[in-house]
């Protein structure tokens, strides 16, 4: 605040001039001090071409630059109706761009794009008011039309976005709002709200045990390998609810939601799988039934080759990872990964009590629709590409309760076949485990 | 005639003719140009005090939201996040865009572009064929010289029946069984021939397609030298599992389509000899199921500290340092370059994991970004008492306060940056509200109401969990008639606010919509649990109130007591003081008074003339001024009262 100039001679003419400008003496000494601080950064990455330098002196650029940076962005702010002050912001931007070490290559593309806005504004300044007011609406006209154009972006049913958009967005618009991150459409619970999903991974780590099995399906004698299992379910409430406004909650969410991306059925020209994706399924028809009420073409769903690509073998491999104590027992380790779309219950169904007086319950087993996603390693290699049940529906069938039957003693309302896929038992097997135990996944987890 | 004055002349000259009473008729409209009014609407100055407090409010939501972070911190942006970094390293620098040619003629043959399939055990299949190509392009023009025959068949029936032929060749012996046939030969059958297949049908499996049937001896012959090189390319490639991988290659080639048969067997045709580029391009393939040469741009533009930083120690400390950044931008410290510094920041987080964004997201950058451009730290902020006391300290060093100094402590001036950024919130808003809605449109829920049950009972986002919410929605549609009702309404309420709002907001009804959309956000929030969503929707819509409605809420009444501060004004440290004391003085509760040199110290002096120094003084400041409710903590601090007691009466 001492740094004040001497007492401003002629009075302000309005309120907006009373306020003194900062000396410009002050507005040069950061500035060249931050150009600098950049210098060095940059003499430093040059020498480091000729004489290799420990990975932290990398760190040590970084911070020089970010200092330079700053210092320059003050004195920018200190004057910013000067051409000059942009120029030399500018320059530093240019210098702190040879300054940042090459992996830092996200940084430089920020720089170079600082170099980019501070040549544009000192050219803005240096030419007369009108020009600027049209340069800068020829600015917001260009904004606009991006913005306008990643709302009509989305396809429509069966119709891609207009060519116009296509062209205009991938050509012109789509690095400047990837930039600044305004690609959203707005689309918000269209064309209509759907289920939300979770997802429940099952983790087997190997322990290296064997036991005699049989198939329960052709009944053969096999040896099995033991595994120890842990249920992982995304999200889930109250354990994922983090801070008081359950932002963690909505974040994990957004994550499951992710893998929601796909069609149902398998999509034309990949007519040859399709019929090998039904056929593999039919061959666990006796063990594990279709859905019995979903159309047959819904209770297959590809995801989107990206989820199927990248998304699906990082959560794998992070699943993994975060829930194993050492590398060597994640290598021991694999997940299958199960979204589980959770319909609504229609109103009809809500509203109305069932025969025993009770109302339908929301969070019934019966309202989730498991989608197997696969099974993976540590390294989020998908284990078996054709499994039988890969992308398909795993039904949980509702079912009526038999008191008096012992393979029955917890009277449960529902058959739960992702349990029996998941674990490789049979149907009776999973009736007469106990949930709470651990035996078979605990539908309570998702309340 | 009277003799009339010039004056009264001129404003006689001024009225409208006679018949019509000047007094009553409206003041001529001045015409304005289009151009006049784009920068009227856009480069109006305008009160930064709204803007300010939009900073404020963004400012604490960008807060919290940032320190939920503080939870998942690796698990979010480490290295093994659920995300993890390879896997987003490789798609900011990889991750292809393609686009179709923009001036081709209707005419021009589509360009498509070599493709796998998405399935992974086929891929895989198609890979292994690929690389199992030779690096000699002449060798490889020869092996997939009978590819580029079929492909070029107008018929696909015909193009299909040719893969089928090959696909039939299951061994070297089948091989020259059928070329023998397809050359006019007679085929020698063994006794592997299926028993039981009626002899009039032996050899008849070798009969080569009709498309093949017309041509000439020659060209047989050189079609059966295609055919033996492309399968001998088959063989060679090391499967797995031979007979499945084969025929999943097969398969592909068959169920690609023309164009896309094309676009692959330029892709193969040429690919480069030198090992390495051509291993860099089967690797592009088999990621990103593209050719990269055909790829119109390549990565992303995209920043993020988290691509680079994944120490979890380093991790912590820039976090807490970004928490510290937001804090100061909050309370407007620097806020030219703490707003740059944030935006810069929070995108750095947004771009690093995608996967976990919503909607929240996209307006806090929004907010952000905009409160980037216009000055949001003029008001309600440090830089504003910064900038009071610099005001006041030069007016002090004239001489005294001046009208316009005066004028400029009374209010924050109206500024063209300001009143610029707000417009571009403003615009910007209406442009989500008018995509969100008319989006909704494309859905038959919306229409028929069914959108907003689904909504109203979603378990993952309502409350829903809790028995009282389950039981009190189950007894409110009971009412079949209340539940249609409450349906409709509830859709049709959303649809009018998002789709007539953007208009009506520029019309009187300015302040309806704002009510109507402020009710829907705060709906939306309690039902879906989306709190910081629509708190950020709303303070997006602060940007429509007009200029003085903010800041008169934050103005004190004219019950606050007044004082008067007496210094000398040529001593240097006394002004300095005194220009303090206007700094944080924001409701001007304290009138500067200079005084002879014959008082030692400054004083307070009271409105009934009590005069109080030094601790006194600064006890009734602390209390009275209307920031010193934050002050007052700090003067629990030991050794600050005296501190400060000693600034202000430095004598």
């Given at each position: 605040?001492?740094?004040?100039?001497?007492?401003?001679?002629?009075?302000?003419?309005?309120?907006?001039?009373?306020?003194?400008?900062?000396?410009?003496?002050?507005?040069?000494?950061?500035?060249?001090?931050?150009?600098?601080?950049?210098?060095?950064?940059?003499?430093?990455?040059?020498?480091?071409?000729?004489?290799?330098?420990?990975?932290?002196?990398?760190?040590?650029?970084?911070?020089?630059?970010?200092?330079?940076?700053?210092?320059?962005?003050?004195?920018?702010?200190?004057?910013?109706?000067?051409?000059?002050?942009?120029?030399?912001?500018?320059?530093?931007?240019?210098?702190?761009?040879?300054?940042?070490?090459?992996?830092?290559?996200?940084?430089?593309?920020?720089?170079?794009?600082?170099?980019?806005?501070?040549?544009?504004?000192?050219?803005?300044?240096?030419?007369?008011?009108?020009?600027?007011?049209?340069?800068?609406?020829?600015?917001?006209?260009?904004?606009?039309?991006?913005?306008?154009?990643?709302?009509?972006?989305?396809?429509?049913?069966?119709?891609?976005?207009?060519?116009?958009?296509?062209?205009?967005?991938?050509?012109?618009?789509?690095?400047?709002?990837?930039?600044?991150?305004?690609?959203?459409?707005?689309?918000?619970?269209?064309?209509?709200?759907?289920?939300?999903?979770?997802?429940?991974?099952?983790?087997?780590?190997?322990?290296?045990?064997?036991?005699?099995?049989?198939?329960?399906?052709?009944?053969?004698?096999?040896?099995?390998?033991?595994?120890?299992?842990?249920?992982?379910?995304?999200?889930?409430?109250?354990?994922?609810?983090?801070?008081?406004?359950?932002?963690?909650?909505?974040?994990?969410?957004?994550?499951?939601?992710?893998?929601?991306?796909?069609?149902?059925?398998?999509?034309?020209?990949?007519?040859?799988?399709?019929?090998?994706?039904?056929?593999?399924r039919?061959?666990r028809l006796?063990l594990i039934p279709l859905h019995p009420t979903e159309?047959i073409?819904l209770q297959?769903?590809?995801?989107?080759?990206?989820?199927?690509?990248?998304?699906?073998?990082?959560?794998?491999?992070?699943?993994?990872?975060?829930?194993?104590?050492?590398?060597?027992?994640?290598?021991?380790?694999?997940?299958?990964?199960y979204?589980l779309e959770?319909?609504?219950?229609?109103?009809?169904?809500?509203?109305?009590?069932?025969?025993?007086?009770?109302?339908?319950?929301?969070?019934?087993p019966t309202t989730y629709l498991p989608f197997f996603?696969?099974?993976?390693?540590?390294?989020?290699?998908?284990?078996?590409?054709?499994?039988?049940l890969?992308?398909w529906l795993v039904p949980v069938m509702p079912r009526?309760?038999?008191?008096?039957?012992?393979?029955?003693?917890?009277?449960?309302?529902y058959l739960d076949y992702m349990s029996v896929h998941?674990?490789?038992?049979?149907p009776?097997?999973?009736?007469?485990?106990?949930?709470?135990?651990?035996?078979?996944?605990?539908?309570?987890?998702?309340? | 005639?009277?003799?009339?004055?010039?004056?009264?002349?001129?404003?006689?000259?001024?009225?409208?003719?006679?018949?019509?009473?000047?007094?009553?008729?409206?003041?001529?409209?001045?015409?304005?140009?289009?151009?006049?009014?784009?920068?009227?609407?856009?480069?109006?100055?305008?009160?930064?005090?709204?803007?300010?407090?939009?900073?404020?409010?963004?400012?604490?939501?960008?807060?919290?939201?940032?320190?939920?972070?503080?939870?998942?911190?690796?698990?979010?942006?480490?290295?093994?996040?659920?995300?993890?970094?390879?896997?987003?390293?490789?798609?900011?620098?990889?991750?292809?865009?393609?686009?179709?040619?923009?001036?081709?003629?209707?005419?021009?043959?589509?360009?498509?572009?070599?493709?796998?399939?998405?399935?992974?055990?086929?891929?895989?299949?198609?890979?292994?064929?690929?690389?199992?190509?030779?690096?000699?392009?002449?060798?490889?023009?020869?092996?997939?010289?009978?590819?580029?025959?079929?492909?070029?068949?107008?018929?696909?029936?015909?193009?299909?029946?040719?893969?089928?032929?090959?696909?039939?060749?299951?061994?070297?012996?089948?091989?020259?069984?059928?070329?023998?046939?397809?050359?006019?030969?007679?085929?020698?059958?063994?006794?592997?021939?299926?028993?039981?297949?009626?002899?009039?049908?032996?050899?008849?499996?070798?009969?080569?397609?009709?498309?093949?049937?017309?041509?000439?001896?020659?060209?047989?012959?050189?079609?059966?030298?295609?055919?033996?090189?492309?399968?001998?390319?088959?063989?060679?490639?090391?499967?797995?599992?031979?007979?499945?991988?084969?025929?999943?290659?097969?398969?592909?080639?068959?169920?690609?389509?023309?164009?896309?048969?094309?676009?692959?067997?330029?892709?193969?045709?040429?690919?480069?000899?030198?090992?390495?580029?051509?291993?860099?391009?089967?690797?592009?393939?088999?990621?990103?199921?593209?050719?990269?040469?055909?790829?119109?741009?390549?990565?992303?533009?995209?920043?993020?500290?988290?691509?680079?930083?994944?120490?979890?120690?380093?991790?912590?400390?820039?976090?807490?340092?970004?928490?510290?950044?937001?804090?100061?931008?909050?309370?407007?410290?620097?806020?030219?370059?703490?707003?740059?510094?944030?935006?810069?920041?929070?995108?750095?987080?947004?771009?690093?994991?995608?996967?976990?964004?919503?909607?929240?997201?996209?307006?806090?950058?929004?907010?952000?970004?905009?409160?980037?451009?216009?000055?949001?730290?003029?008001?309600?902020?440090?830089?504003?008492?910064?900038?009071?006391?610099?005001?006041?300290?030069?007016?002090?060093?004239?001489?005294?306060?001046?009208?316009?100094?005066?004028?400029?402590?009374?209010?924050?001036?109206?500024?063209?940056?300001?009143?610029?950024?707000?417009?571009?919130?403003?615009?910007?808003?209406?442009?989500?509200?008018?995509?969100?809605?008319?989006?909704?449109?494309?859905?038959?829920?919306?229409?028929?109401?069914?959108?907003?049950?689904?909504?109203?009972?979603?378990?993952?986002?309502?409350?829903?969990?809790?028995?009282?919410?389950?039981?009190?929605?189950?007894?409110?549609?009971?009412?079949?008639?209340?539940?249609?009702?409450?349906?409709?309404?509830?859709?049709?309420?959303?649809?009018?606010?998002?789709?007539?709002?953007?208009?009506?907001?520029?019309?009187?009804?300015?302040?309806?919509?704002?009510?109507?959309?402020?009710?829907?956000?705060?709906?939306?929030?309690?039902?879906?649990?989306?709190?910081?969503?629509?708190?950020?929707?709303?303070?997006?819509?602060?940007?429509?109130?007009?200029?003085?409605?903010?800041?008169?809420?934050?103005?004190?009444?004219?019950?606050?007591?007044?004082?008067?501060?007496?210094?000398?004004?040529?001593?240097?440290?006394?002004?300095?003081?005194?220009?303090?004391?206007?700094?944080?003085?924001?409701?001007?509760?304290?009138?500067?008074?200079?005084?002879?040199?014959?008082?030692?110290?400054?004083?307070?002096?009271?409105?009934?003339?009590?005069?109080?120094?030094?601790?006194?003084?600064?006890?009734?400041?602390?209390?009275?001024?209307?920031?010193?409710?934050?002050?007052?903590?700090?003067?629990?601090?030991?050794?600050?009262?005296?501190?400060?007691?000693?600034?202000?009466?430095?004598?």
């Open positions: 605040m001492e740094h004040d100039t001497a007492a401003v001679a002629s009075l302000p003419r309005s309120a907006a001039e009373a306020v003194p400008p900062w000396p410009i003496q002050l507005v040069v000494r950061l500035a060249v001090l931050g150009l600098f601080i950049n210098g060095i950064a940059a003499v430093l990455g040059g020498i480091h071409y000729l004489v290799s330098f420990p990975p932290w002196l990398d760190g040590v650029r970084v911070l020089l630059v970010l200092a330079g940076c700053i210092l320059t962005g003050v004195a920018l702010s200190c004057r910013a109706e000067l051409w000059w002050t942009w120029g030399l912001a500018a320059a530093t931007a240019l210098v702190g761009w040879v300054g940042l070490p090459e992996t830092w290559d996200s940084y430089r593309l920020v720089l170079g794009v600082a170099v980019a806005v501070a040549l544009g504004g000192a050219l803005l300044l240096a030419v007369p008011k009108t020009w600027r007011l049209a340069a800068i609406s020829l600015y917001l006209l260009f904004h606009f039309g991006g913005i306008f154009l990643a709302t009509t972006s989305p396809h429509t049913h069966n119709y891609p976005a207009p060519m116009v958009t296509i062209q205009l967005y991938t050509r012109l618009y789509h690095p400047y709002l990837q930039f600044i991150y305004m690609r959203n459409a707005y689309h918000f619970y269209s064309p209509e709200p759907g289920p939300a999903s979770l997802l429940v991974f099952l983790l087997r780590t190997d322990t290296g045990q064997h036991v005699q099995a049989v198939d329960p399906q052709t009944g053969n004698p096999y040896e099995r390998k033991v595994y120890k299992h842990q249920w992982v379910v995304m999200p889930r409430r109250p354990d994922d609810v983090r801070d008081p406004l359950g932002l963690s909650y909505y974040r994990r969410l957004s994550l499951t939601e992710q893998l929601a991306r796909g069609s149902p059925g398998v999509i034309v020209p990949e007519i040859f799988e399709k019929s090998e994706v039904q056929a593999r039919m061959t006796g159309p073409g297959y769903r590809l995801p989107n080759s990206d989820v199927m690509r990248y998304l699906l073998p990082s959560y794998a491999s992070h699943v993994i990872l975060y829930h194993t104590p050492d590398v060597q027992t994640a290598a021991r380790t694999t997940v299958k990964i979204r959770h319909r609504t219950l229609r109103v009809e169904t809500f509203a109305a009590r069932q025969p025993d007086g009770s109302y339908a319950s929301p969070f019934h996603m696969g099974e993976f390693d540590a390294n989020g290699e998908l284990i078996h590409p054709q499994d039988e890969l992308n009526e309760p038999r008191p008096n039957d012992p393979d029955d003693p917890f009277r449960k309302t998941a674990l490789d038992l049979t009776q097997q999973v009736l007469r485990a106990d949930e709470s135990a651990g035996e078979v996944f605990n539908w309570s987890l998702l309340r | 005639m009277s003799q009339e004055t010039p004056q009264a002349a001129a404003s006689e000259s001024a009225f409208p003719p006679v018949g019509i009473d000047a007094k009553f008729t409206a003041p001529d409209v001045q015409p304005r140009s289009p151009w006049q009014r784009w920068r009227d609407f856009w480069f109006c100055p305008a009160d930064p005090t709204t803007l300010a407090f939009i900073r404020i409010s963004t400012g604490l939501l960008v807060l919290y939201i940032h320190l939920a972070y503080s939870l998942d911190l690796q698990a979010f942006f480490g290295e093994h996040g659920w995300y993890a970094a390879r896997f987003i390293n490789r798609e900011r620098k990889e991750s292809p865009m393609v686009v179709t040619p923009w001036l081709d003629h209707w005419e021009d043959s589509q360009e498509g572009w070599a493709q796998l399939s998405d399935f992974p055990h086929r891929r895989a299949a198609l890979m292994r064929f690929l690389r199992s190509l030779p690096a000699d392009a002449a060798q490889r023009q020869r092996d997939l010289a009978y590819l580029q025959r079929i492909f070029a068949y107008r018929n696909s029936a015909d193009v299909l029946i040719a893969l089928n032929y090959v696909q039939s060749m299951a061994t070297e012996r089948e091989l020259e069984r059928y070329l023998t046939a397809l050359q006019g030969g007679q085929v020698e059958l063994s006794e592997e021939i299926v028993i039981g297949a009626r002899p009039k049908s032996f050899g008849k499996q070798y009969e080569p397609p009709p498309v093949f049937a017309t041509l000439s001896a020659d060209e047989k012959r050189q079609l059966a030298q295609e055919i033996r090189h492309f399968w001998h390319a088959l063989a060679r490639v090391p499967w797995i599992d031979p007979k499945q991988e084969r025929t999943y290659v097969i398969n592909h080639f068959m169920e690609a389509g023309p164009v896309m048969r094309q676009a692959l067997l330029e892709f193969m045709l040429t690919l480069p000899d030198d090992e390495q580029q051509r291993n860099a391009l089967l690797d592009y393939l088999e990621y990103w199921n593209v050719d990269p040469r055909k790829v119109y741009r390549q990565g992303h533009a995209i920043f993020s500290m988290w691509f680079h930083v994944t120490d979890p120690t380093a991790m912590a400390c820039i976090h807490g340092g970004v928490l510290v950044l937001i804090a100061l931008f909050t309370v407007g410290l620097f806020t030219r370059v703490t707003s740059v510094l944030v935006w810069l920041a929070t995108v750095s987080y947004i771009h690093r994991t995608q996967q976990i964004l919503f909607g929240m997201d996209t307006m806090m950058n929004i907010l952000l970004f905009y409160l980037m451009i216009g000055n949001c730290g003029a008001a309600l902020s440090l830089d504003r008492l910064i900038a009071r006391y610099r005001a006041t300290r030069a007016a002090l060093r004239r001489g005294g306060l001046d009208a316009a100094t005066r004028a400029f402590l009374a209010y924050p001036p109206p500024s063209v940056a300001a009143g610029f950024a707000q417009r571009l919130i403003q615009v910007h808003f209406c442009f989500i509200y008018m995509a969100a809605g008319l989006s909704k449109l494309k859905g038959g829920m919306w229409w028929h109401g069914q959108a907003f049950w689904e909504v109203l009972v979603n378990p993952e986002f309502t409350l829903l969990h809790y028995s009282w919410y389950e039981n009190t929605v189950r007894w409110l549609v009971s009412f079949k008639p209340v539940y249609h009702v409450m349906l409709v309404s509830a859709v049709w309420f959303t649809l009018f606010v998002e789709i007539a709002g953007p208009f009506l907001l520029w019309t009187r009804l300015r302040w309806l919509i704002i009510f109507l959309a402020t009710l829907m956000h705060a709906i939306i929030a309690v039902l879906m649990g989306l709190n910081l969503f629509e708190l950020l929707m709303i303070v997006m819509l602060l940007a429509f109130l007009p200029d003085r409605v903010i800041r008169d809420r934050f103005r004190g009444g004219s019950d606050l007591p007044r004082f008067r501060w007496c210094f000398h004004l040529p001593r240097d440290a006394e002004c300095r003081t005194a220009a303090w004391i206007a700094a944080i003085d924001v409701d001007n509760q304290v009138r500067l008074q200079p005084v002879s040199a014959e008082q030692k110290t400054p004083y307070l002096l009271r409105d009934h003339g009590e005069m109080l120094r030094e601790q006194e003084a600064v006890q009734v400041l602390a209390s009275s001024l209307r920031l010193a409710p934050l002050l007052v903590p700090l003067l629990w601090l030991p050794g600050l009262r005296g501190w400060l007691t000693r600034r202000l009466f430095p004598a």
